[in-house]
């Protein structure tokens, strides 16, 4: 009796699999997707979802000056690392220019999407932009994977403490980043190394500097010679 149970069940997972198996593992969401560099400031990039039938990016504006306004292209696309490109097939939230989006108060804060059709395959970082005469919008270096997501934010919030001068906070996330890294050899850990030596050298321990001086040493990034080159310019206290 308990095998016959067990074979029912196992059928009936099964069956669940096939019927509902795509649509359960084909979606998948991005959410706060890094952003390397983007053209309007006020705009952020909270999500990405990739469905069975489009991909869609969510975003919100703030705006910043009395009667400001906001319209989207007709005609924006989304790139990724190879150079492939798809072109949007629906907004939502934002008028198509030249009717726009019209804001009396500062500060207030709006949502609109941009969808594209269904992304099975697509090599990150990814590239948004409309593709008009001016203030185009542009998203660079949009991130896609979440582990590396996670530590690129890391990173952030450890150069914020540097330019508040909490140093000995910057510098245990910074170590606590190089050690736990999953992509040892990118160009954000290598510009960890830098700034783990950099302090190092402003606390006055630049004995614990070395190793990760010669980490960037030996690597063959890159952009390994440029934080080096850096190094060489700011030389260590003497006090």
């Known amino acids: 009796m308990v095998s016959l149970r067990l ?3 196992i059928i009936a997972l099964a069956l669940l699999c096939t019927y509902h198996g795509p649509s359960l593992w084909a979606q998948r969401i991005v959410r706060k997707p ?24 969510y975003l919100h ?3 910043k000056i009395r009667d400001g306004w906001f319209c989207l292209s007709s005609d924006i696309r989304l790139r990724d690392s190879r ?18 989006r019209r804001f009396r108060a500062v500060g207030v804060s709006h ?13 990150g970082p990814l590239t948004l932009y409309e593709r008009c005469d001016q203030h185009c919008l542009h998203l660079e270096g949009i991130v896609i994977d979440a582990a590396l997501n996670r530590e690129l934010y890391q990173l952030e919030e450890a150069l914020t403490h540097i330019r508040r001068g909490r ?27 830098y700034h783990i030596a950099q ?11 070395q190793p990760y001086i010669q980490y960037l040493k030996s690597s063959d990034h890159p952009r390994a010679r440029f934080y080096l080159q850096k190094l060489q310019k700011i030389r260590p206290h003497s006090h």
């Open 34 to 57: 890094f952003v390397h560099a983007k053209s309007h400031p006020t705009v952020s990039l909270d999500s990405i979802y990739f469905g069975q039938s489009r991909t869609i990016l």
């Open 199 to 209: 302090l190092y050298r402003r606390i006055h321990q630049p004995e614990h500097a």
């Open 7 to 9: 074979r029912g069940i």
């Open 167 to 193: 140093d000995t906070t910057a510098l245990e996330m910074l170590l606590r980043l190089f050690r736990q890294s999953q992509y040892p050899q990118s160009d954000h850990i290598l510009q960890c190394a």
């Open 61 to 63: 504006l703030i705006n």
């Open 111 to 123: 949502n609109f999407e941009i969808h594209f059709p269904e992304i099975s395959n697509i090599h």
């Open 83 to 100: 150079g492939i490109e798809w072109k949007s097939i629906q907004t939502k939230g934002l008028p198509t220019c030249p009717e726009t």
